[in-house]
Nanobody, 117 residues
Framework: QVQLVESGGGLVQPGGSLRLSCVASGFVFDNFAMTWYRQTPGKERELVAAITTAGGSTNYADSVKGRFTISRDNAKNTVYLQMNSLKPEDTAVYYC??????????WGQGTQVTVSS
């Protein structure tokens, strides 16, 4: 059974930091590119950060460049999103996505991040 389980979300003040984790199971994690998306009510889901299978290449939304860092540990089947200098506009539900072999597309259940004073 394929599972992606996100954790690490919560309430943080502006300027603070959070680290999201996504633990994968049920598929060969090493063969999948991993992406973090986020979504707010009434808006489309947007790509936040992506990382290739071996972690050699990353990609970020312009809005988070220099503040967020995506990484992965293939030995632990886990992808991370380190979020620093958080802003109220970063408030969203954050989703973990795995895409591999041209057609397999898996999603986690999401974790809420709220940036507010």
């Amino acid at each position: 059974q394929v599972q992606l389980v996100e954790s690490g979300g919560g309430l943080v003040q502006p300027g603070g930091s959070l680290r999201l984790s996504c633990v994968a199971s049920g598929f060969v994690f090493d063969n999948f590119a991993m992406t973090w998306y986020r979504q707010t009510p009434g808006k489309e889901r947007e790509l936040v950060a992506a990382i290739t299978t071996a972690g050699g290449s990353t990609n970020y939304a312009d809005s988070v460049k220099g503040r967020f860092t995506i990484s992965r540990d293939n030995a632990k089947n886990t992808v991370y999103l380190q979020m620093n200098s958080l802003k109220p506009e970063d408030t969203a539900v954050y989703y973990c996505n795995a895409f591999g072999m041209g057609r397999y597309d898996y999603w986690g259940q999401g974790t809420q991040v709220t940036v507010s004073s």
